[in-house]
């Protein structure tokens, strides 16, 4: 069973910052591309990145929604079986429970077919 824990979420003002991880099993640092997705209230659940995980020797593929492009930016740290979500620039549309999720490959994402999920955190953007 894999098991991803992310940390992270709090309230932060309009134009701060907030880093979330996620920290995952050994199996799934092993075979799966990771990410993350959020649902605000009232709206489904989007994509918002992902990146690849195997390929350890080499730069990871990485995956942005558009909404957040420029602003977020995904990275890893194998030792730790760990991914991250550095967020910047935020505004209150980035309200939401935000999810680590973790998929056969990174092309799964964008279409939702996600294996596993993390428990959510919650991050709030308000002044």
């Known amino acids: 069973q894999v098991q991803l824990v992310e940390r992270g979420g709090g309230l932060v003002q309009p134009g701060g910052s907030l880093r979330l991880s996620c920290a995952a099993s050994?199996?799934?640092?092993?075979?799966?591309?990771m990410g993350w997705f959020r649902q605000a209230p009232g709206k489904e659940r989007e994509f918002v990145a992902a990146?690849?995980?195997?390929?350890?020797?080499?730069?990871?593929?990485?995956e942005y929604a558009d909404s957040v492009k420029g602003r977020f930016t995904a990275s890893r740290e194998n030792a730790k079986s760990t991914v991250y979500l550095q967020m910047n620039s935020l505004n209150p549309e980035d309200t939401a429970v935000y999810y680590c999720?973790?998929?056969?490959?990174?092309?799964?994402?964008?279409?939702?077919?996600?294996?596993?999920w993390g428990q959510g955190t919650q991050v709030t953007v308000s002044s």
């Open positions: 050994v199996d799934a640092a092993a075979t799966y591309a």
């Open positions: 990146i690849t995980w195997r390929d350890t020797w080499t730069t990871p593929n990485i």
């Open positions: 999720a973790a998929a056969s490959a990174l092309a799964r994402f964008r279409g939702g077919q996600i294996d596993y």
